[in-house]
C-alpha cells in the first residue's frame, strides 16, 4: 500500500496542470479512502466476562451473544497480554494466502487457545477439529509456540492469493493471560516462528445473510381465568426480524412483536399458539404452545409462595408484589391441601357471606403458623389490625384441630346476613406435616367447637361479588331484594346508613316519606 500511495503521489505532483490545492485535496481523499478501505477490512477479538469455560464461549458465539467489549487488532492475530482475569475470547475472519505453498500454523495461550480453518473462504468448511492447540492445564507463555507438540498443525497446503476462512476461541481462568496465531509460510521453511501473523494478511469475515431460526420456543402454561399470559419467542438471524402470532391458526390482530401478553386471560385465551418470525431471506414457524385456562367458577383463590419458612418472608413478599408460586381454589372448604409441601407460606383473600344475622365464632387450625384476619365490612381498609384467631408455629395443630390453645378461638363477632365481609388467611409451613383451615360457629349452632372448615358457599372473590337491587310489590308493600349491603338515605342527616336487614330481602311499608335504598358492597 506505500509503494501504491508513494507512486500516486509522485504522479499527482509531475502534473504541472494540477494546482497546489487541488493536488492536496486528491491526495487526501486518496489517502482517507486507502484508510477506510483497511479499516473496514480488520478483524476483531470479542471479549465475554466469566464464561466458565471454553465450551461456553462456543455457545455465546453460536447464540449470537454480544460480545462485553470489541477490540480492532491493528498489527498482528493476537490480543493484548494479562488483558484481563476469567474471560473468553472469539476471533473470526479470512486469511489471504501470500505465497503458495506448505504451511503450519502455531498457537501460544494461557489458558485454553483453539485455532480452527477451513478449506476455502466458507464457514461452512471449517474444520472439524482444532487446527492446533492449547490445553487450559498446560498453558504457554506469550509467543512461545514450541512448548507442547498441539500447538502446531499439520502440513497444510495454501494458494496464494486465496482467502481461507478462519476461527479462534480462548478461555483464561486465572491472573496471566495471552492468545496469538503464528504461521510457518513456504519462504520461511518448517521453522518455529517467533511473530504471530500480520494483520496484513487477514480480512473481515462478512457472514451471509440468514433466515430466522428460534432459539427459544413459547412455552405452554396452565392457567386459571384472569391470571396474567404471556408468551415470547427467542430467535436469530439476519435483521430485521418481524413477528406474528396466530392462535389455532388464525393471525392475531396487533401481536407482532417477540412477545404476546394478556394482562388476565380470559376462559376464551385457551388454545394452541404459534409464532412465525419472518425476514427478507425466509420465515421459521414455533411449536405449538398450549394454553389451558381454567375456570374459578367465582370460588375464592390461595396463593401459594415456596422456599420459605415464616409469616414474615410470606408477608414481604406479598407486600414487595413478589409472584406466588403456585395458585388453587377453595372448592369445598376454607381450607388448604394438607401436607402440600415443605416451607412455603400461603395467602387467602376473600368474602365471608354469612348465612344469618348473629354471634359468630371463628377458628383456625395451622401447622406451623396460622393467622385469620376479619373486616368489620367488605372492604379491606377496616380489615382487623391483629389476627381475630391465631396459631403459633411453636404450638401447631393438626388437620381441623380447632380446640388445642385459646388463642384458635375468636371473641364474638355479630354478622349480618345478606353482609359481605372481607377477610385474610395466612399460613407458613417449615416443617415436614402443614395444614390450614378456618371454621365457624355460626348462631344456630352457638357456642360450640366446629368439627369442620365454612363451606365454600359462603366464601365470594373480593370485589367479585356485584351489589344488585331489584323490588317487587307484595300487599302494597314494597319488598327490595339486593345483594351486598342495603342502605338508606336520611335527607335529614344527608348521608347513606345500613339498613338493619334479615337475609336478602327487605320490606318497606309505604308512608308519606320519599324514600331512596341502594345496595353496596
Not at 492468545?179 to 521453511?189: E, Q, R
Not at 409464532?275 to 425466509?282: H, L, Q, S, Y
Request: net charge negative.
Amino acid at each position: 500500500m506505500d509503494n501504491c500511495f508513494k507512486s500516486t503521489l509522485a504522479q499527482a505532483l509531475s502534473g504541472a496542470f494540477l494546482k497546489r490545492a487541488a493536488c492536496r485535496l486528491f491526495l487526501l481523499s486518496l489517502f482517507l479512502g486507502l484508510c477506510a478501505q483497511s479499516s473496514a477490512e480488520s478483524i476483531s477479538a470479542n471479549f465475554y466476562t466469566n464464561p466458565g469455560s471454553l465450551d461456553r464461549v462456543k455457545i455465546f458465539v453460536q447464540e449470537e451473544k454480544t460480545p462485553d467489549e470489541v477490540l480492532s487488532l491493528t498489527e498482528f492475530v493476537e490480543i493484548p497480554t494479562n488483558r484481563a482475569p476469567f474471560y473468553g475470547t472469539f476471533i473470526q475472519g479470512l486469511l489471504v494466502a501470500p505465497e503458495t505453498g506448505t504451511y503450519y500454523f502455531y498457537i501460544a495461550a494461557d489458558n485454553d487457545g483453539q485455532f480452527f480453518l477451513s478449506s476455502d473462504s466458507k464457514a461452512e468448511n471449517l474444520s472439524a477439529e482444532p487446527t492446533c492447540i492449547v490445553n487450559g492445564n498446560n498453558p504457554s507463555a506469550s509467543r512461545k509456540y514450541d512448548i507442547y507438540p498441539t500447538q502446531k498443525s499439520a502440513a497444510i497446503e495454501l494458494s496464494a492469493g486465496s482467502e481461507y476462512y478462519f476461527e479462534i476461541y480462548h478461555y483464561d481462568f486465572g491472573y496471566a493471560s495471552n492468545l496469538s496465531i503464528a504461521w510457518a509460510t513456504p519462504s520461511m521453511g518448517d521453522v518455529v516462528p517467533s511473530l504471530p501473523i500480520e494483520v496484513q494478511y487477514t480480512k473481515a469475515y462478512i457472514a451471509p445473510a440468514k433466515p430466522p431460526r428460534i432459539v427459544t420456543q413459547p412455552a405452554s402454561q396452565n392457567l386459571y381465568e384472569g391470571d396474567p399470559l404471556s408468551l415470547s419467542v427467542s430467535a436469530l438471524g439476519t435483521p430485521p426480524l418481524s413477528y406474528q402470532w396466530f392462535k389455532e391458526g388464525e393471525e392475531i390482530a396487533g401481536a407482532t412483536d417477540a412477545v404476546y401478553s394478556l394482562s388476565a386471560a380470559p376462559l376464551q385465551a385457551a388454545g394452541s399458539y404459534t409464532v412465525e418470525v419472518r425476514n427478507e431471506i425466509g420465515s421459521v414457524t414455533s411449536e405449538a404452545a398450549l394454553v389451558e385456562v381454567r375456570p374459578t367458577a367465582n370460588l375464592v383463590q390461595t396463593y401459594f409462595y415456596d422456599n420459605l419458612t415464616s409469616l414474615a418472608q410470606l408477608k414481604a413478599r406479598i407486600a414487595e408484589s413478589v409472584p406466588y408460586d403456585e395458585r388453587g381454589l377453595l372448592e369445598e372448604y376454607l381450607e388448604i391441601p394438607l401436607n402440600r409441601a415443605v416451607n412455603f407460606g400461603t395467602l387467602i383473600r376473600g368474602l365471608i357471606l354469612p348465612p344469618e344475622t348473629g354471634t359468630y365464632y371463628f377458628y383456625v387450625s395451622a401447622d406451623n403458623d396460622g393467622q385469620f384476619y376479619l373486616s368489620s365490612d367488605s372492604t379491606p381498609e377496616n380489615l382487623s389490625a391483629e389476627p381475630v384467631c391465631v396459631v403459633v408455629g411453636h404450638n401447631c395443630t393438626t388437620s381441623r384441630v380447632y380446640n388445642k390453645y385459646p388463642t384458635q378461638k375468636s371473641v364474638a363477632f355479630e354478622l349480618t346476613a345478606g353482609k359481605a365481609y372481607y377477610f385474610e388467611g395466612y399460613q407458613c409451613d417449615y416443617g415436614y406435616d402443614s395444614n390450614y383451615s378456618v371454621a365457624w360457629a355460626t348462631p344456630s349452632m352457638g357456642d360450640v367447637v366446629p368439627t369442620v372448615p365454612i363451606e365454600a358457599q359462603f366464601l365470594a372473590p373480593f370485589r367479585a361479588l356485584t351489589p344488585t337491587l331489584s323490588y317487587t310489590w307484595i300487599s302494597g308493600d314494597l319488598e327490595l331484594t339486593f345483594a351486598g349491603t342495603l342502605q338508606s338515605y336520611d335527607p335529614e342527616q344527608d348521608l347513606w346508613a345500613d339498613v338493619a336487614t334479615e337475609g336478602n330481602t327487605y320490606r318497606v311499608t309505604l308512608d308519606q316519606k320519599a324514600r331512596l335504598f341502594r345496595a353496596r358492597n
